[in-house]
């Protein structure tokens, strides 16, 4: 897929206007990782930041602060994936220059980073849906871009349509949260709210909320930011059911536990990969997740 225009061909006199657009890389230092990641600057330094719809707050590493010469003040430690608190810094409001545009991120906040994250020229997080007070993200992890798109909902489903044909929008209603969460279930079990988050490599859901299943410990479930290990196990071959569409989930993470706070599942990277999310700042319009066809 080539870059997104706005030439009145791709638009079809749908009144969407595409604000700027920009590359999706999952290249660090020679190798791959799970999570999509964009090229900013901030304060004209470079850094990739990493895409996490799971994430509530736009987050760089001290070790980017300190060299954009950001004020960091101390805050309320912050939770990681695993639960465990994680200090923290309030930098405040940090433009950051994205594709063509200058965005002003707001409540920025900063945490000692990964020991990867300086050798892999990675500066933090990024909350897609975040990013601009009023336009849809579109991440699209079959072409590796994202855009940032001003329309109304039956502007954009047409957009979307003309953009992918080849893919099967579902349309599923916001659940409350600044993470982007949705309703959904493990077959034979009852809905419960998950994550549709870019940042974690895997799908992984509570063992409360699936009583009866049992993973298999390997010893190999995670680590949080803080280095806390995220505990569970593994099940294979289990069933997804969002809206009317099913996914086989290949290896299914039962967590022992999850962070306060937080849904009773996510759906990851392994279940994300080749499809398109769009996502309003708002929390009231839909999610729209574009798939391969639906069986």
Not at 79 to 87: F, L, R, S
Not at 90 to 109: D, K, N, R, Y
Not at 179 to 199: F, H, K, Q
Not at 260 to 268: A, V
């Amino acid at each position: 897929m080539g870059p997104l225009t706005t030439s009145p061909s791709d638009l079809s006199g749908q009144n969407a206007r595409v604000l700027c657009e920009s590359a999706l890389t999952f290249e660090v230092s020679g190798q791959m990782i799970h999570c999509p990641m964009v090229s900013v600057k901030v304060r004209d330094i470079e850094t990739k930041l990493i895409l996490d719809t799971g994430a509530t707050d736009h987050v760089f590493t001290m070790e980017l602060a300190a060299e954009a010469h950001l004020e960091a003040i101390p805050t309320d430690p912050g939770t990681d994936h695993a639960g465990a608190p994680v200090p923290s810094w309030s930098l405040g409001e940090v433009p950051i220059e994205f594709g063509s545009l200058t965005l002003p991120l707001h409540s920025v906040v900063a945490i000692d980073g990964p020991p990867p994250f300086t050798g892999w020229g990675i500066g933090g997080f990024l909350s897609p849906q975040r990013l601009h007070r009023s336009a849809w993200v579109v991440i699209d992890l079959v072409g590796h871009r994202i855009a940032l798109i001003e329309c109304s909902d039956p502007s954009l489903e047409r957009w979307l349509t003309d953009r992918f044909p080849d893919l099967q929008p579902i349309v599923l209603g916001r659940q409350k949260g600044e993470a982007v969460r949705i309703l959904t279930s493990i077959e034979p079990y009852r809905d419960v709210v998950a994550m549709l988050n870019t940042g974690s490599p895997q799908t992984e859901f509570a063992n409360s909320a699936l009583p009866g299943l049992q993973g298999i410990r390997d010893g190999d479930s995670g680590l949080g930011l803080s280095g806390t290990k995220v505990t569970g196990g593994q099940i294979k071959n289990q069933m997804l059911q969002v809206a009317d569409a099913r996914f086989e989930i290949p290896t299914l993470l039962l967590r022992d536990e999850m962070p306060p706070e937080h849904p009773d599942g996510q759906i990851g990277m392994d279940l994300l990969h080749g499809t398109v999310l769009a996502i309003s700042p708002d929390e009231t319009r839909p999610v729209y997740w574009l798939v391969q066809a639906i069986p």
